[in-house]
């Protein structure tokens, strides 16, 4: 009579229910906690380079556009000088380049002499690293210091200046 009961369906769906919940439970209490969503992207030579990878006290992760003038005189007014001097007191830029033209951007970086960690997105707007990031547009940027995001998107040069200057 037991394996012809109506109860058995309901029964064996509801305890297959509560091993599903079990299961979930178990491997968060044994997941390993990060604390940056990682992204992996190719740079000028196709090797895929994770920020995880990158060993210095503070990272500066940065998106950009290479179609945008004003983002390139950015690169070179701007983040070149912070670089040359903030490298070597443990300071690196891992940049995104989000645009569709890999050409532009790797001809953007050769021309400018970009010495940082340059990476290509070529799905621009679209690239769920923005999305992991929160960044609305570009430029943006974010500040990791000791492996740790260190406050929102830096919105501004002063700002971004200023953060670096602090967190060294």
């Given amino acids: 009579v037991y394996p012809e009961s109506r109860y058995l369906a309901p029964l064996e769906k509801e305890t297959a229910r509560r091993e599903q919940i079990l299961g979930i439970e178990q491997r968060l209490k044994t997941a390993t906690q990060e604390s940056f969503p990682d ?3 190719p740079d000028m030579t196709g090797n895929t380079v994770a920020l995880s990878s990158v060993n210095a006290k503070l990272i500066l992760l940065y998106f950009w556009s290479p179609s945008d003038a004003a983002q390139k005189m950015f690169n070179f007014e701007s983040l070149k000088p912070l670089y040359e001097q903030y490298k070597g007191k443990g300071f690196e830029i891992y940049a995104v380049g989000l645009d569709y033209d890999k050409v532009n951007w790797a001809s953007s970086i050769r ?4 010495g940082w960690i340059n990476v290509f997105d070529g799905r621009g707007a679209d690239s769920p690293s923005l999305r992991a990031y929160n960044i609305a547009g570009t430029p943006g940027g974010i500040l990791i210091h000791n492996g740790e995001i260190a406050g929102p ?3 501004g040069e002063q700002e971004l200046k200023r953060e670096i200057a602090r967190l060294l």
């Fill in 153 to 155: 998107c830096i919105s």
């Fill in 39 to 41: 992204i992996s992207l």
């Fill in 111 to 114: 021309a400018q002499e970009l």
